[in-house]
């Protein structure tokens, strides 16, 4: 089963699994459905999450009824536990979205929500994230996740994220990170993809970020929360939910 997961998951395209996984849900859920894990984004009972990950695997990481991983359903809870996101009328940008969260959030009437990407075929507006196509100050709330590790000037990216994101607004930006590791490991010279996926975990990575993450998103102006989101839940909830205890949560906001 490891394998087979391990096949699928790493060589056909998260948009086209996504894709079949909406199609084929009512399929999927009877056959996983159960009562030891819960995707908090669908409300929906797993009897497992599958495997996942680059190289070495993680057990029950991956819903098969969203296609989310912990990142995303860490996320999910703290937007639905610890803000107003799902009542409150926000403009939002979501940089590069998750095609389950593009799925969801469009259909939120009380958000003005635009998603945008260099690349992606299914986003309001293709937009290079160092030098956006909006206004200063133009959204309240800003989501980009997992992008920033693939910029090399990342510096000139958060202080475009920043530059449009309004006074009082606030983000997350989660990014691949090893929490022991004080200093952001980055080398612009590796090119080849296999060896970024040797030196960053993914062949098109060009860092590693440490904890001085925080101190790059400081220093384009925001204000930071490292919040380990994960620990406000019991061990029990940790493991029903699939999240990772010692996850890093980023939350940005602009004064």
């Avoid at 909406?22 to 599958?50: A, C, M, T």
């Avoid at 800003?142 to 920033?148: A, K, M, P, R, S």
């Avoid at 080398?187 to 790059?216: A, C, L, N, S």
Wanted: charged share 30%.
């Amino acid at each position: 089963m490891k394998k087979l997961a391990n096949f699928f998951l790493n060589k056909i395209p998260r948009p086209m699994l996504i894709n079949l996984s909406i199609l084929l849900r009512p399929l999927i859920y009877q056959f996983f459905k159960g009562s030891n894990f819960v995707d908090p984004i669908d409300g929906k009972s797993y009897r497992k999450f599958l495997p996942y990950g680059y190289g070495k695997q993680r057990d029950n990481a991956l819903s098969p009824g969203t296609l989310s991983l912990e990142r995303h359903r860490q996320m999910w809870l703290y937007l639905q536990k610890e803000t107003d996101f799902f009542s409150k009328k926000y403009k939002v940008l979501h940089i590069a979205p998750e095609q389950e969260f593009l799925r969801i959030f469009k259909k939120m009437d009380h958000l003005d929500y635009t998603s945008a990407d260099l690349f992606s075929p299914i986003v309001d507006v293709k937009a290079d994230i160092l030098d956006l196509p909006f206004e200063d100050e133009s959204f309240d709330v800003i989501f980009c996740n997992h992008v920033l590790e693939h910029i090399e000037d990342d510096r000139k990216a958060m202080s475009e994220l920043f530059r449009v994101m309004k006074k009082g607004g606030w983000g997350i930006f989660q990014v691949p990170m090893k929490n022991d590791l004080e200093k952001s490991y980055e080398d612009f010279t590796i090119k080849d993809p296999k060896e970024r996926q040797k030196h960053f975990g993914q062949y098109d990575h060009v860092r590693w970020y440490g904890m001085d993450y925080f101190d790059r998103l400081k220093d384009a102006g925001f204000d930071v929360d490292i919040n380990f989101y994960s620990k406000k839940f019991s061990k029990e909830e940790i493991k029903k939910f699939g999240l990772l205890e010692n996850e890093i949560l980023p939350v940005v906001f602009k004064r």
